[in-house]
């Protein structure tokens, strides 16, 4: 009776043992599941928070490099250069992102067509199609600069140059940009 007595306190035992082995486990997986899940769960917010605001920032990115293009291609217009290469460029690169309708408003605008909106309104619409409909400046609030004196006697100085080399026909260039005409190769 005293060997049961001892192999049943030593079963009990064991089973204390190896309950305490068990529960003393499952509670430290549960705690190291718990702060993993945790930390698993910390970092996917901090690495959607890290996506979104790289896509945020590439966005800004580009509407400023979209914005800084469509003003230099203006200036560049309106200064009436008569090295057309870097307008050329700047045009082309436009048309390469804008939207049909603007790029339709910009051609009219370029070639001085009658029906072309103004440089403002144009500015406005291309502003409204970077920042999206909640971008609620009018276009009579932009400013813009008229050509200084100093400038359009430049422009003026350029074209009498450029017309004592090159032979435009007369009907050719009223009106239009500068651009127009062709090389006299009579000598």
Known sequence: METILILTNLLLLLLIALGLFIGKTW?????????????????????EAYSRANEEQKRQHEI????????ELMAE???????LKKLRQLTNEAFLWLPADLASELSLVLSHN???????????RVRKHLLGSDDNLESKNFITYDLSAYE????????????TLVNFA??????KPFN????????
């Open 64 to 71: 400023r490099m979209k914005s800084a293009l469509i003003a």
């Open 170 to 175: 007369e009907s050719s260039y009223k009106g």
């Open 114 to 124: 009658e029906n072309a909106i103004d440089q403002r309104e144009f500015f406005s």
């Open 27 to 47: 509670i430290k997986n549960t705690v190291q599941y718990a702060v993993k899940h945790d930390y698993d769960v910390l970092l996917t917010n901090m690495q």
């Open 77 to 83: 217009w309106v200064s009436n250069p008569q090295d």
């Open 180 to 187: 127009l005409g062709s090389a006299d190769n009579k000598e």
């Open 152 to 163: 359009i006697s430049q422009i003026a100085r350029m074209n009498i140059e450029a017309h």
